[in-house]
C-alpha cells in the first residue's frame, strides 16, 4: 500500500515531465515508423555483433575488444524477435528513440529546465548524426554512460553510487574497448577519495562486494585494451585512408591497408609497434586527424530531417537549438532574481561529479578520435558528453507553481501536438540513395531456400548472419593463392558479385579469376542477377539440384 502510494505521488509530482517524454517517445516512433521498408542492413561491425548476439549460447561470448557487452544486448533483443532482419531494425529504432530520451531523464534530474531538456532531447533524435551514424554500438555505450549517472544521480548511498559509475565504465569498455581507460581513471578517482575520506573500515564488506564483483566481471569477459587486435586493425585502415590521400595513390585503403602499414611501419603487431617504428609518421596521422576533427563534429550536428535537403539552412537546427538554450537561461534567471555568478558557482559545486566523470570520459573518446580517426561514432560519444558537462550549468532554480504546470500543460497541447505531426520520417534524411542492396541481396538467397551447407566469398561483410547456420562466410581477406586453388581450398560453392568484390586488386590481378569469370559455367557454376541489388551471384549448380531433389 505505502509503495503505491510512492509511485502515486511520483507521478503526480512529474506528471508533466512523464507526458513530455511520452510525447517524445510518440515522436520517436512516428519518424523511426517502416524504416525497415528503405533503409539498408549495415554489414561489417554492426552485423557481427548481431551475428555474435544470436548465437551467444553456441559460439559462448566475443573476445574482449569486440563488444562482449552489446553482443549482450543483441541476445536479448533475439529473444523478442527470431528474425535477424528484425532484430536489427528492432535494434535501430530501440537505440535511435532512447538515446535523446534517456537524456532527457538525466538533464531533468540535474535540474535542467523543460524547454531546454526537451528542445535538446528532441533536436537529438531528428539530427542526421544520430539516425547516420553506424554502427550502433556508440549509441549503446552513451546509454550505459548515461544510465550510470542516472543511477549516480538518485542513490544516496555514497559507495553504491561511486560503485555504479565503475561498474558502468567497466561495462561501456565492454561496448567500446577505448573506454577501458575511463575505468581505470575513475577507479584510481574512487580509490583516492576513499583513502581521503578514511570509509574504507567503515565499509570494508560492501567495497570488498564491489571489487570482488568487479574482478569476476573483467576475469570473465577479459581486458578489452589487451585483447585481440582491433586496436592495430582500426587504425591500420584509418592510417591508409590518410596515406591514400597524401599521397594520392589509387590504392584501396579498406583493403589495401595490411601492405600500406607494412610498408611503411614494418611488420607490426601492436599500436604500440608503429608508435615507436615511425614516430613522425605517427604524429603525421595524428595531426591530419587534428585537421579534420572539427568539420567532422560540425558534419555530426549540422542538419535536422526539416533541414536535410537544403545546404541553404545547415546549422538551422543548431542554431535554434543554442537560440532556445540562451532565450530560456535569460528568462529564468528574471524570474528567479537570482545572481548569475552566484547560480553559476552553486551549479558548479552540485554537479562537480558529473562534470569530472564526464571529463573522463572525453579523454579516451578524443584519444580515439585522434589515433585512429574522427568517425562520427566517436564524435557522437563527444557531443553527448559535452551536453552533460555544459548543460546542467544553465539551470536555475524557480520555485514550482501549480499555476506554471498547467501553463507547461497547456503549452504542451499547443506546440507539442503540431510537433508530433509536423515530423516527417526519418527517409527525409536521407537525401542521397536509399537503395537496400543487401537486404535484397538477403532477401533473394532467402528465397533460393537452399539447406545444404553453403561456402559463401563476397566481400560486403557477413550475409551469413542472415541466411542461416548452413551458410558460412569466406572473407576475401582470406584470398592468399590464386583463384583455382583458393576455390577449391575453401570449397567455394557460392559468390556474391559486387563492385567491391569487382575492384579488389586480389582478384583483378588474378588470371584465374578472371578466367573463372568468363568460363563459370566449366567450374559448375551458374549465374544469375541479384534483383534490386547491383549484385551479381555465382551458384554452384549442385545447390539447385539438392533443393530440387528435396
Known amino acids: 500500500m505505502v509503495k503505491r502510494l510512492r509511485i502515486k505521488e511520483f507521478i503526480i509530482k512529474n506528471q508533466t515531465d512523464i507526458i513530455l517524454?511520452?510525447?517524445?517517445?510518440?515522436?520517436?516512433?512516428?519518424?523511426?515508423?517502416?524504416?525497415?521498408?528503405?533503409?539498408?542492413?549495415?554489414?561489417?561491425?554492426?552485423?557481427?555483433?548481431?551475428?555474435?548476439?544470436?548465437?551467444?549460447?553456441?559460439?559462448?561470448?566475443?573476445?574482449?575488444?569486440?563488444?562482449?557487452?552489446?553482443?549482450?544486448?543483441?541476445?536479448?533483443?533475439?529473444?523478442?524477435?527470431?528474425?535477424?532482419?528484425?532484430?536489427?531494425?528492432?535494434?535501430?529504432?530501440?537505440?535511435?528513440?532512447?538515446?535523446?530520451?534517456?537524456?532527457?531523464?538525466?538533464?531533468?534530474?540535474r535540474g535542467v529546465s523543460r524547454p531546454i531538456t526537451y528542445s535538446i532531447g528532441f533536436f537529438s533524435l531528428v539530427s542526421s548524426g544520430n539516425i547516420l551514424v553506424n554502427p550502433k554500438v556508440s549509441h549503446?555505450?552513451?546509454?550505459?554512460?548515461?544510465?550510470?549517472?542516472?543511477?549516480?544521480?538518485?542513490?544516496?548511498?555514497?559507495?553504491?553510487?561511486?560503485?555504479?559509475?565503475?561498474?558502468?565504465?567497466?561495462?561501456?569498455?565492454?561496448?567500446?574497448?577505448?573506454?577501458f581507460l575511463a575505468f581505470i581513471l575513475l577507479s584510481i578517482l574512487v580509490l583516492y577519495k576513499i583513502i581521503k575520506t578514511h570509509t574504507l573500515l567503515k565499509d570494508i564488506k560492501v567495497i570488498s562486494f564491489f571489487v570482488l564483483s568487479i574482478i569476476i566481471i573483467i576475469m570473465t569477459l577479459g581486458i578489452p585494451l589487451a585483447d585481440g587486435g582491433r586496436s592495430l586493425g582500426a587504425f591500420s585502415q584509418h592510417f591508409s585512408l590518410n596515406w591514400v590521400r597524401w599521397n594520392h595513390s589509387k590504392l584501396n585503403p579498406w583493403t589495401d591497408a595490411h601492405e600500406i602499414v607494412n610498408k611503411n611501419f614494418g611488420n607490426i603487431n601492436s599500436l604500440y609497434e608503429a608508435i615507436f617504428s615511425k614516430p613522425e609518421l605517427f604524429f603525421k596521422h595524428i595531426l591530419s586527424?587534428?585537421?579534420?576533427?572539427?568539420?567532422?563534429?560540425?558534419?555530426?550536428?549540422?542538419?535536422?530531417?526539416?533541414?536535410?535537403?537544403?545546404y541553404r539552412f545547415e546549422n538551422t537546427g543548431f542554431s535554434i537549438l543554442i537560440f532556445i538554450i540562451i532565450l530560456s537561461t535569460i528568462v529564468n534567471f528574471y524570474r528567479s532574481k537570482k545572481s548569475i555568478l552566484g547560480t553559476a558557482k552553486s551549479n558548479f559545486y552540485k554537479n562537480r561529479y558529473l562534470f569530472i566523470i564526464s571529463l573522463i570520459y572525453i579523454i579516451p573518446v578524443i584519444a580515439s578520435a585522434l589515433i585512429i580517426y574522427p568517425r562520427q561514432h566517436y564524435l557522437l560519444m563527444l557531443f553527448f558528453l559535452l551536453v552533460i558537462i555544459i548543460i546542467p550549468l544553465t539551470s536555475v532554480p524557480i520555485k514550482k507553481i501549480k499555476r506554471n504546470e498547467i501553463l507547461y500543460t497547456i503549452l504542451i497541447f499547443v506546440f507539442g501536438i503540431p510537433l508530433f505531426y509536423l515530423t516527417p520520417s526519418c527517409k527525409k534524411i536521407y537525401t542521397f540513395s536509399t537503395n537496400q542492396n543487401n537486404l535484397e541481396t538477403i532477401k533473394y538467397l532467402r528465397s533460393l531456400n537452399i539447406n545444404s551447407e553453403v561456402n559463401l566469398l563476397e566481400e560486403n561483410g557477413g550475409y551469413n548472419a542472415y541466411l542461416g547456420p548452413n551458410y558460412s562466410y569466406i572473407q576475401e581477406g582470406t584470398k592468399t593463392i590464386n583463384f583455382n586453388d583458393y576455390l577449391l581450398k575453401y570449397n567455394i560453392n557460392m559468390i556474391v558479385y559486387s563492385g567491391i568484390l569487382e575492384s579488389n586488386r586480389k582478384f583483378k590481378s588474378d588470371s584465374t579469376w578472371n578466367y573463372f569469370l568468363n568460363n563459370y559455367e566449366k567450374f559448375g557454376f551458374m549465374r544469375e542477377v541479384i534483383p534490386n541489388s547491383g549484385n551479381e551471384l555465382f551458384l554452384k549448380k549442385d545447390l539447385k539440384t539438392k533443393k530440387l531433389d528435396k
Open 140 to 179: 549503446f555505450a552513451i546509454l550505459v554512460i548515461i544510465g550510470s549517472l542516472i543511477s549516480f544521480s538518485v542513490i544516496k548511498k555514497e559507495s553504491i553510487r561511486w560503485y555504479i559509475i565503475i561498474l558502468g565504465a567497466l561495462l561501456a569498455s565492454y561496448v567500446r574497448p577505448e573506454l
Open 21 to 109: 517524454l511520452i510525447l517524445l517517445l510518440c515522436i520517436g516512433i512516428k519518424y523511426m515508423h517502416n524504416v525497415e521498408l528503405f533503409l539498408d542492413i549495415h554489414l561489417k561491425d554492426e552485423t557481427l555483433y548481431l551475428n555474435n548476439g544470436v548465437h551467444l549460447l553456441r559460439l559462448g561470448l566475443p573476445n574482449s575488444q569486440w563488444a562482449p557487452f552489446y553482443s549482450i544486448w543483441y541476445y536479448f533483443l533475439s529473444l523478442i524477435q527470431a528474425d535477424t532482419i528484425n532484430i536489427y531494425f528492432l535494434n535501430l529504432k530501440v537505440l535511435t528513440i532512447a538515446l535523446p530520451i534517456i537524456l532527457c531523464i538525466l538533464l531533468r534530474i
Open 289 to 310: 586527424n587534428t585537421s579534420i576533427l572539427y568539420q567532422e563534429f560540425q558534419n555530426l550536428i549540422n542538419y535536422t530531417v526539416f533541414t536535410r535537403d537544403s
